[in-house]
Structures are given as C-alpha cells and as structure tokens.
T-cell receptor, first 110, second 115 residues
C-alpha cells in the first residue's frame, strides 16, 4: 500500500518568515495530493490540493509543488502569521483513498 | 449545505466495554470513510463504503471493530471489546461521487478514551 513520509515533525518560524513542509510518497499510481490544517481539537480542514497532472498550485500565501518523478511534494507558506500555527498533514490518494503523513506542528512566533 | 455530523462527540469507557459511533454524511454523498486518529498521528483509514457496500476494510481490526451503512446514508462504527490502544479520535468523512471530486469532507470526530 501507499506510504507517506512527512518532514519535519515540528517547525518554528518567526512571524513573516516562510515555512516549508515536505512529503514523499511511495505509490506511483497516487494522483491526488491534499494538504490539511488541523487546529487543536478540531477536524482536518483542506487548505490546498494538487493533482498529478499539475506541477504547482498557488492560493494567496500558500503554494504546493509536486515532483512526480521524485515522488515528493511540498507545502510553502509565505508571510506566516500567528494564526497559521497548527498541525499540517499531507496526504496522497489513489482510488479515492487518502494515506496521511504523520503531521508537522507549525509554530509561528510573533 | 449541512456538514458531516457525528455523535457522540466524546466518550469515556472502560476496557472490555463496547461502544458505538454514528456518522451522517453530507446529503447525497455516496462514499463514506471512517478514520482513526491517534494523538500525535495522522488519520488512518479504517473502512470505506460506496453507498451501502464496503469498498475496503483491509485496515479494520475485524476481531473487535465492525461497521455498517445499511441504507447507504448514515453509518455506525462499533468496537467490542475496547482496548486501551483504541483511545483515539474517530473521524468520519464523505465525498459526493467518486467521479466528481477527490476532496473529502470531515466530520468533527468522536474522541474516545478507554480507561
């Protein structure tokens, strides 16, 4: 089955700096790669996603890049704000099933 | 539209007891998922339904876990008997139709504590 590795497990940045979270996947058949933000005690919320026929996608301060050959994808958050502090999960999907990474706890220091 | 509903939100039981969780997906959503999220980890898929049929239950510990979606709408997940390691948040998610979108909509989850 699919295996998703996510790094780093924790990340602290100063407000206004950029944050980058990286994931690798194992199944070349995976074709959908979402990123979820989860605040303490709340449900995962989709923040951005990318399909395998696209190399990069951007939504305001958030961007995702995908390298299918290397089987890795990354989340980039620019101009971080304190409200970006949360746990971020990457996931990979084939056949409409999500396999999640273990998460990255992002702390944005004011 | 109303979101995915789950109940109860919290449950505390002793080991070896049984417990059931309920999920009502967004109206019209054909595919339903149950995930287990242990503290500090990402959600792990337990079972996937398409209407009232099971698509994949390969990661469901069938000696103690069971799930059903009899009328293709709401679903229940049961644990009997519970173990300490079952303490987790159980998330339900749904998507409208497997051909239309990949985005999964999550419910608020049920936090289970087994003592």
């Amino acid at each position: 089955g699919e295996n998703v590795e996510q790094h780093p497990s924790t990340l602290s940045v100063q407000e206004g700096d950029s944050a980058v979270i990286k994931c690798t996947y194992s199944d070349s058949a995976s074709n959908y790669f979402p990123w979820y933000k989860q605040e303490l005690g709340k449900r995962p919320q989709l923040i951005i996603d990318i399909r395998s026929n696209v190399g990069e996608k951007k939504d305001q301060r958030i961007a995702v890049t995908l390298n299918k050959t290397a089987k890795h994808f990354s989340l980039h958050i620019t101009e971080t704000q304190p409200e970006d502090s949360a746990v971020y999960f990457c996931a990979a999907s084939g056949s409409y099933q999500l396999t999640f990474g273990k998460g990255t706890k992002l702390s944005v220091i004011p | 539209e109303a979101g995915v509903a789950q109940s109860p939100r919290y449950k505390i039981i002793e080991k070896r007891q049984s417990v059931a969780f309920w999920c009502n997906p967004i109206s019209g959503h054909a595919t339903l998922y149950w995930y287990q999220q242990i503290l500090g980890q990402g959600p792990k898929l337990l079972i996937q339904f398409q209407n009232n049929g099971v698509v994949d239950d390969s990661q469901l510990p069938k000696d103690r876990f069971s799930a059903e979606r009899l009328k293709g709408v709401d679903s229940t997940l049961k644990i009997q008997p519970a173990k300490l390691e079952d303490s987790a948040v159980y998330l339900c998610a749904s998507i409208p139709d497997r051909g239309l979108t990949y985005e999964q909509y999550f419910g608020p989850g049920t936090r289970l504590t087994v003592t």
